[in-house]
């Protein structure tokens, strides 16, 4: 059982690690392809934010944000493997943050042939988030083990 668990968290992490592997490859001076995608999505995305709630946010530094994802996603998929709950929320505070701004159907119609994807998409990160929030509350639910008190015999005389 203990050898199955593993594996499961080997597979599961390897999404985000080999994810994280190519865009550290593709970085580059200036983010890479990562940052190139993502520039109109965060402008698009302060927007928002800016005409719905009404503050002003600072400008962001999309290279930045790519080096952080790959270093929520390397080191949170490298600690998950080895049982984590750190690990998890690393990789959860990852698709928390990224999955909104990167798959945005709701800038969309619905028959646009871009809403579909990436609705499905937006879907499949949240499906791994429950995952991640799984593995929490599966960890933090089991007992840990105590070691057990050595009781002196009595001796008989």
Do not use: C
């Not at 709701?106 to 937006?122: G, P």
């Amino acid at each position: 059982m203990a050898f199955a668990s593993f594996l499961g968290r080997v597979l599961f992490a390897s999404v985000f690690i080999l994810s994280a592997y190519q865009q550290f490859n593709e970085y580059g001076v200036d983010g890479g392809p990562a940052a190139k995608a993502l520039r109109p999505k965060i402008d698009t995305f302060i927007y928002r934010v800016q005409s719905q709630v009404g503050i002003q946010l600072p400008e962001i530094d999309v290279k930045f944000v790519v080096a952080g994802a790959i270093a929520l996603k390397g080191l949170g998929g490298l600690l998950f493997i080895f049982g984590s709950s750190f690990g998890a929320f690393l990789l959860l505070l990852h698709q928390l943050v990224a999955t909104p701004i990167q798959y945005d159907f709701y800038n969309y119609e619905s028959e646009d042939k871009e809403f579909t994807q990436l609705f499905v998409k937006f879907t499949q990160n949240m499906a791994l988030s429950g995952a991640l929030l799984f593995f929490i509350g599966m960890k933090n639910s089991m007992p840990r083990r105590q070691p057990k008190k050595k009781v002196p015999k009595t001796k008989t005389y």
